[in-house]
């Protein structure tokens, strides 16, 4: 069956917005339908269910927590396990959460220093030597093109907090179309619904600041930058795997256990129904039970019309699977279909933003990446309120008539698919794809004029040169407030306006520091 492009936003309704959190609406799916359902437990409560840890062999670098070690867990996985555990004594539910807190954020950042340390030995099994050189030389333009630290004495020095974060989020941007909490540069997409939730979310930042702690005033240098990026691919995989693993537990599945391809295509349902479902709900936890799960499985079927497209990834991959494989599937057959069932949604999710962008561009103004408000208000695709798009600095009101800014309406969090504790799926940003190309010839010291010329096979107007001459001559940093102007003008239609509020002091696109865009 062929996926049918359907797009109809939420209505969200105005807002509050303190003075230092600017506050959004909560995401909406993109292709979800209008219809909502709740889905509680027995007591109205969102249900955060018990988290079953997976062994990474011969993986012993902490003894933080003596089964994990046991079982050759990786410290950070297992402590991030932990916290997904619910509170089950409603009644010590306050003291539990004051008495807990302080021992979960100890534990965590032991966890997170054990697998920094592991990788920069080395010795991480998650990743070898060969993994971390691909990555340097993925980050190697990225990072030349940054704002460094002051050198002291004869060590090149690295990059300060702000530009590694800046970094960090790039490359899980334009790698994977993640928005990393405690990375986006907009801020979090959601508020975390209690203080382990919140060390969850957090964990990007958090392991950021301890190496910023270990390394001082040097900075982070590439190899560094390296082992975080692979340590918090390694993390963020590592929760994916739960969250398969929870689905294949509550269907009465032990590790060891085989099934068949009827049991296979349901485990893998409720894992992907849960994985969108979170979008719609304020938890971002796991799959509680079998009817929970094959609830939140009917309840996305009714909401999402992308749900018939990823029925049929699933069955063709079970099938394929079947055909080379026999009709018994253990959990690690589940684990490489679920992969490559992500990596279509992923894909979907992407063909979504660019068929999106495609119906804002055939509007008035679409041409130039400005569409009038009420031009929008004409269809009902986009209903994302007034508050909402100027929280988002998707509104441009320098006229009498409001006009929406293409790009960064669509770069966006009400336009993000899918959500874990970690990210959100959000849409592909074409113009770092482009931004790309120039930090490779800019890194490489090529000449002023291939760097036109590249502008040029981009497809940048000959009206945007003279100022892109003025900015190499000027060496103005291409990730500054000039050069992300200019990218804006030379291609509006992908290219987002920056916050001048937020980059006229930085060097570079301003990272947000505390806070969330939008509440639950």
Known sequence: MRFLFIVAFLVSQPMAFPEKAMVLMQSRLRGSKTTEVSIEDEDHQVVQ????????????????????????????????????????????????????EHESRE??????????????????????????????????????????????????????????????????LRRHSWYVRGLNPAGDGRQPPDHKEALRSRVAGHLLELMEQKVGAQGLNLKT???????????LHGDERQRLKQSWTVHDLKPEDLTDAE??????????????????????????????????VSYI????????????????????????????????????VADQVLEYFREVSGSMCASMTSILVQMKGGQKGLVPLQEMRKHDLFRETVEYLRAANALDESEEE???????????????????SFYDLCCPDPCEGQRHEFEVAISEGQ?????????????????????????????????????????HHAFPQHCPRPNVAETAETEFQATAEVGSLFEW
């Open 49 to 100: 269910p018990s988290m079953q840890v997976e062994a990474i062999p011969k993986l012993r670098f902490s003894d933080d927590d003596e089964s994990c070690t046991t079982e050759g867990l990786s410290p950070g996985v297992c402590a991030l396990s932990s916290l997904a555990r619910p509170l089950t004594n409603k009644r010590l539910r306050k003291v539990v959460t004051e008495c807990d």
């Open 107 to 172: 534990r965590l950042e032991r966890a997170l220093v054990a697998e920094i340390e592991a990788g920069l030995a080395g010795n991480h099994t998650a990743f070898d030597a060969k993994r971390l050189h691909g990555l340097e030389e993925e980050l190697r333009p990225l990072y030349a093109t940054l704002p460094h630290e002051t050198p002291l004495a004869d060590i090149q020095a690295g990059l300060g907090f702000p530009a590694a974060r800046y970094l960090l989020h790039q490359y899980f």
């Open 225 to 235: 930058l390296a082992v975080v990026v692979a340590t918090l691919e390694h993390l």
């Open 263 to 296: 049991g296979l295509q349901s485990v893998l349902e409720v894992f992907m129904a849960h994985f969108v479902y979170s979008s719609q709900k304020s938890n971002s936890g796991y799959a509680m039970t079998l009817q929970k799960g094959r609830e939140e």
């Open 301 to 336: 079927a009714r909401v999402y019309d992308g749900w018939s497209k990823i029925l049929d990834d699933i069955r063709k991959e079970v099938h394929k699977l079947k055909a080379s494989r026999g009709t018994e599937f253990g959990f690690e057959h589940a684990v490489k």
């Open 402 to 420: 409001p006009q929406v800014l293409v790009a960064n309406y669509m770069l966006g969090p009400s336009n993000c698919d899918g959500t874990t």
């Open 447 to 487: 000449p002023q004029e291939r760097i036109e010329d590249l502008a040029k096979e981009q497809g940048a107007p000959a009206s945007s040169l003279q100022t892109l001459r003025e900015l190499l001559e000027q060496e103005a940093p291409l990730h500054g407030l000039d050069f992300s102007m200019w990218f």
